[in-house]
């Protein structure tokens, strides 16, 4: 676990570090949770972090700004840029002077998506090679949209758990809920608010990078049907390549469930195919 300073901010995460990295894959989580949902709890075979450094990435798994130890300084981030500002320098800060390999790659699930899709269209500086969304979508089926309407920060309605953990026996049984926050910072409500309607569309017309988007075979929350996915998919009309991916046996929560070794081996892929496709494109 890391806590670096940005600006007076203590920015906080877990770093996992490969010798002669391949390149550093930065990841960022969902609501209400933190970087430890990239490092599932007693499961080191199901963890992104132990993964990624043992076949060559070095991997940065950020607590968001307003969550982990920068709490208390939620206030002072309602400005996205701002929030992209501390995520990259918080990355930087960890890093320091190690090596990057071929660049960053990005990894988001759930609300986590909104500051990647900020960060892929705001590089400040940095080489991008592609990026991986999860746990998100246009459209929340009618049922999680109803309920999802009724929780608030003090306030988790009965049958949310359910709807986010559910199939419960697609997870380790001491994990359900073990990946968690005290509370989220003030700006997901709004984040919420405004995603699928305007920021994911909106963003995701910006990014010219290769794309990666994973649908969870027993998904609850975000429409996957194949008219949805067709619709994310022709979002991305500036990528050069969005690849479609359907993780199956795995529920909303892809990294803490039994196939997250599965799912984190394709996205690693995935990242090693972005580094050949700008290494082929400097070359030509």
Not at 145 to 172: D, F
Not at 198 to 218: K, N, Q, S, Y
Request: hydrophobic content about 40%.
């Amino acid at each position: 676990r890391r806590v670096v300073p940005v600006d007076g901010i203590p920015m906080s995460g877990l770093f996992a570090e490969a010798a002669d990295p391949k390149a550093v894959i930065i990841a960022l989580h969902g609501g209400a949770s933190s970087a430890a949902y990239f490092d599932c709890p007693g499961h080191p075979e199901l963890s992104l972090l132990a993964l990624g450094a043992a076949t060559g990435f070095t991997v940065i798994a950020l607590d968001r700004p307003g969550y982990g130890t920068s709490a208390p300084y939620a206030d002072t981030m309602w400005e996205p840029a701002r929030r992209v500002e501390l995520a990259y320098a918080a990355a930087d800060a960890m890093l320091g002077s190690r090596p990057r390999g071929a660049g960053l790659f990005l990894l988001a699930h759930s609300n986590g998506c909104e500051l990647t899709l900020r960060m892929a269209t705001d590089t400040r500086g940095h080489k991008l090679l592609g990026v991986e969304l999860a746990g998100t979508g246009l459209r929340k089926y009618p049922a999680a949209a109803e309920l999802l309407s009724q929780a608030t920060a003090s306030y988790r309605p009965p049958g949310l758990r359910e709807l986010i953990w559910a199939p419960e026996e697609l997870y380790p049984p001491d994990v359900v809920n073990a990946v968690g926050s005290t509370g989220g910072p003030p700006q997901e409500g709004e984040i919420s608010t405004h995603w699928s309607a305007r920021d994911f569309p909106a963003l995701a017309a910006e990014v010219r990078v290769p794309v990666r988007f994973t649908a969870a075979e027993h998904e609850r929350v975000w429409d996957s049907t194949p008219e949805a996915l067709a619709d994310i998919t022709a979002l991305f009309s500036a990528s050069p390549r969005v690849e479609l991916h359907h993780q199956a046996g795995a529920g909303h929560n892809l990294s803490l469930g039994l196939t997250a070794a599965q799912y984190h081996r394709g996205v690693l892929s995935f990242a090693e195919q972005c580094i050949d496709a700008d290494a082929n494109e400097e070359a030509g």
